[in-house]
């Protein structure tokens, strides 16, 4: 079996994982994940008894339990780039023997579930709806640093909405589908769409202060009108292509549900963005009870 060297698989003098500070034991098999290390705190105070807390830098990590759900909830901080250092690292802790520093030769499957926030490119989906992502389509670039193969589904969304582009935007991107099982179940009663991954908040969402985007609102507001089958284009945030792809690569099961914060087209933001995301975080929980 390889070895995974020093400088590959970097662990602390704790025998924990270098960015997320985490031992093995210290995660559940069902990961949520929020982007604000704030918001750790807002999910763990539902369970019934927390067993671990530990943090280092925008990583923090709540573990414990509802009834005999285990459960961990993890800060990733923002973005793609983050999104590759907690994805790899979760994996690395539950499929590598820190030990013998090998891959184990038995598989372990987390769940992986995103508690976000995000922005509405649809008129018709108001600020504080929830939304469960069927797909993320990655408007960064980290997926192509993989040997990421799309599955059938997700070449036909490639092509069909490559077509729809067609001369109104040259956006490179690529797609990943979430886990159907979660969809259905943590997922249910809300809406389903697809979700579009950015690299950043302001440009690469199409927003303008005093920087002229590439692509502006009306422009990124086109993705809005995209369907694949049933299923729209729906909104943005700025982790969920990424989670997608890595967890899929790895063989985790993964979902991202967002609360709509913003409405592009209208305008609008959250009233109460804290109430909203509040309301997100017991709808997630009382599905996995
Ligand atoms: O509220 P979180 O989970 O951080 O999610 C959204 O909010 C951040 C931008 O404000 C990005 O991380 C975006 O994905
Ligand atoms: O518009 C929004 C709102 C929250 N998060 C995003 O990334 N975009």
Request: with cysteine; aromatic share 8%; hydrophobic share 40%.
């Amino acid at each position: 079996m390889q070895r995974i060297s020093n400088a590959e698989l970097i662990l602390n003098a704790d025998g924990s994982i270098y960015h997320l500070n985490l031992r093995p034991e210290d995660i559940a098999p069902t990961i949520i994940t929020v982007g604000n290390p704030g918001r750790v705190a807002r999910v763990s105070q539902y369970f019934d008894e927390v067993r671990v807390k530990k943090e280092k830098r925008e990583f923090v990590c709540h573990t414990g339990r509802i009834g005999q759900t285990e459960l961990s909830v993890l800060s990733t901080g923002i973005g793609p780039d983050n999104i590759d250092i907690v994805i790899n690292e979760l994996d690395a802790l539950v499929n590598i023997d820190f030990e013998t520093r090998a891959p184990k030769a038995e598989h372990t499957a987390l769940n992986i579930i995103r508690i976000g926030t995000s922005g509405s490119l649809r008129a018709d989906l108001p600020v504080d709806s929830f939304v469960a992502s069927a797909y993320g389509i990655g408007l960064d670039n980290m997926l192509s640093f993989y040997q990421y193969q799309q599955n059938l589904a997700e070449a036909e969304l490639e092509d069909e909405l490559r077509a729809f582009l067609k001369e109104k935007m040259d956006l490179p991107f690529y797609v990943c589908a979430g886990s159907k099982a979660l969809l259905e179940t943590v997922g249910q009663g809300m809406h389903h769409g697809i979700t579009l991954t950015a690299a950043g908040f302001y440009g690469p969402q199409g927003r303008q202060l005093r920087l002229q985007p590439r692509f502006n609102t009306e422009r990124m507001e086109q993705l809005g009108h995209f369907y694949f089958g049933k299923t729209p284009i729906t909104n943005f945030e700025m982790e969920t292509a990424a989670i997608y792809g890595l967890c899929r690569m790895l063989g985790h099961q993964a979902l991202s549900t967002n609360v709509i914060l913003a409405n592009r087209p209208a305008g609008q933001f959250s009233p109460d963005p804290k109430k909203s995301v509040g309301k997100l975080i017991k709808f997630v929980l009382q599905q996995l009870e």
